[in-house]
Protein backbone atom coordinates (compact mmCIF):
# COMPACT_ATOMS: atom_id res chain seq x y z
CA UNK A 1 0.00 0.00 0.00
CA UNK A 2 1.31 3.15 -1.06
CA UNK A 3 1.08 5.87 1.22
CA UNK A 4 2.04 9.75 1.57
CA UNK A 5 2.28 12.04 3.87
CA UNK A 6 2.59 15.72 3.40
CA UNK A 7 4.35 18.51 5.92
CA UNK A 8 6.04 21.44 6.09
CA UNK A 9 3.07 23.90 5.75
CA UNK A 10 2.11 27.10 7.58
CA UNK A 11 1.61 30.26 8.43
CA UNK A 12 4.19 32.98 6.41
CA UNK A 13 4.17 36.34 5.44
CA UNK A 14 3.94 37.26 2.04
CA UNK A 15 7.90 37.11 0.28
CA UNK A 16 8.35 34.18 3.04
CA UNK A 17 9.55 30.37 2.38
CA UNK A 18 8.35 27.20 3.02
CA UNK A 19 9.64 24.19 2.03
CA UNK A 20 7.01 21.20 1.98
CA UNK A 21 7.88 17.55 2.36
CA UNK A 22 5.99 14.53 0.83
CA UNK A 23 7.53 10.90 2.50
CA UNK A 24 6.71 8.10 0.45
CA UNK A 25 6.45 4.72 1.84
CA UNK A 26 5.25 1.45 0.51
CA UNK A 27 7.19 2.06 -2.72
CA UNK A 28 10.22 2.49 -4.04
CA UNK A 29 9.95 5.87 -5.06
CA UNK A 30 12.52 5.58 -8.08
CA UNK A 31 9.63 4.40 -10.05
CA UNK A 32 7.42 6.68 -8.80
CA UNK A 33 6.42 10.48 -10.71
CA UNK A 34 5.45 12.61 -7.98
CA UNK A 35 3.05 16.13 -8.49
CA UNK A 36 2.02 18.60 -6.08
CA UNK A 37 -1.00 19.85 -6.24
CA UNK A 38 -3.12 22.74 -4.37
CA UNK A 39 -7.11 23.85 -3.51
CA UNK A 40 -8.76 26.54 -2.33
CA UNK A 41 -12.31 26.46 -0.82
CA UNK A 42 -15.09 26.16 -4.06
CA UNK A 43 -12.03 25.69 -6.67
CA UNK A 44 -10.87 22.41 -8.44
CA UNK A 45 -7.28 21.33 -7.43
CA UNK A 46 -4.79 23.08 -9.79
CA UNK A 47 -1.49 21.45 -10.66
CA UNK A 48 1.48 23.31 -9.03
CA UNK A 49 4.72 21.04 -10.18
CA UNK A 50 5.67 17.59 -10.92
CA UNK A 51 8.76 15.33 -10.91
CA UNK A 52 9.75 12.42 -13.01
CA UNK A 53 11.57 9.37 -12.10
CA UNK A 54 14.75 11.68 -12.81
CA UNK A 55 15.86 15.26 -11.39
CA UNK A 56 15.68 16.69 -14.84
CA UNK A 57 11.97 16.07 -15.38
CA UNK A 58 10.32 18.66 -13.87
CA UNK A 59 7.31 21.11 -14.85
CA UNK A 60 5.20 23.84 -13.25
CA UNK A 61 2.46 26.04 -13.62
CA UNK A 62 3.90 29.50 -15.24
CA UNK A 63 2.36 31.36 -11.43
CA UNK A 64 5.27 29.62 -10.03
CA UNK A 65 7.81 29.56 -12.24
CA UNK A 66 11.52 31.26 -10.60
CA UNK A 67 9.71 30.85 -7.17
CA UNK A 68 9.20 27.12 -6.39
CA UNK A 69 11.72 24.34 -7.02
CA UNK A 70 10.67 20.49 -6.61
CA UNK A 71 13.55 17.70 -5.90
CA UNK A 72 13.59 14.42 -5.19
CA UNK A 73 15.69 12.19 -2.64
CA UNK A 74 15.07 8.49 -3.46
CA UNK A 75 17.61 7.57 -0.98
CA UNK A 76 15.02 9.30 1.34
CA UNK A 77 11.76 8.39 -0.25
CA UNK A 78 10.91 12.12 -0.19
CA UNK A 79 10.15 14.92 -2.35
CA UNK A 80 10.54 18.49 -1.75
CA UNK A 81 8.97 21.26 -2.87
CA UNK A 82 11.02 24.54 -1.84
CA UNK A 83 8.35 28.07 -2.15
CA UNK A 84 9.87 31.43 -2.29
CA UNK A 85 8.54 34.66 -2.39
CA UNK A 86 4.86 32.91 -1.05
CA UNK A 87 2.01 35.78 -2.14
CA UNK A 88 -1.23 35.88 -0.61
CA UNK A 89 -2.55 33.72 -3.61
CA UNK A 90 -0.56 30.80 -3.14
CA UNK A 91 -2.47 30.11 -0.02
CA UNK A 92 -4.29 26.85 -0.51
CA UNK A 93 -4.19 23.32 0.63
CA UNK A 94 -1.08 21.41 -0.60
CA UNK A 95 -1.58 17.92 -1.72
CA UNK A 96 1.45 15.44 -2.86
CA UNK A 97 0.44 12.77 -5.25
CA UNK A 98 2.34 9.51 -6.56
CA UNK A 99 2.29 7.81 -10.10
CA UNK A 100 3.81 4.75 -11.11
CA UNK A 101 6.02 5.19 -14.49
CA UNK A 102 6.78 2.44 -16.35
CA UNK A 103 9.26 3.76 -18.39
CA UNK A 104 9.90 7.39 -19.57
CA UNK A 105 11.39 10.50 -17.47
CA UNK A 106 7.86 12.43 -17.86
CA UNK A 107 5.64 13.62 -14.96
CA UNK A 108 1.25 13.95 -15.55
CA UNK A 109 -0.15 17.27 -15.05
CA UNK A 110 -3.49 16.52 -14.34
CA UNK A 111 -4.61 15.16 -10.66
CA UNK A 112 -6.52 12.44 -12.43
CA UNK A 113 -3.45 10.78 -13.48
CA UNK A 114 -2.39 10.07 -10.16
CA UNK A 115 -3.66 7.03 -8.02
CA UNK A 116 -2.08 7.82 -4.76
CA UNK A 117 -2.82 10.62 -3.01
CA UNK A 118 -1.57 12.80 0.34
CA UNK A 119 -4.11 14.17 3.02
CA UNK A 120 -2.82 17.33 2.51
CA UNK A 121 -0.61 20.22 4.47
CA UNK A 122 -1.80 23.80 4.88
CA UNK A 123 -0.04 26.99 3.46
CA UNK A 124 -1.41 30.08 4.55
CA UNK A 125 0.69 33.55 3.26
CA UNK A 126 -0.43 36.66 5.10
CA UNK A 127 0.24 40.02 3.26
Known amino acids: QVQLVESGGGLVQSGGSLRLSCAVS????????IGWFRQTPGKEREGVSCIGRSDNSTDYVDSVKGRFTISRDNAKNTVYLLMNSLEPEDTAVYYCAAQHIRAGRWCPTLPSLYDYWGQGTQVTVSS
Open 26 to 33: GAFLDYYA
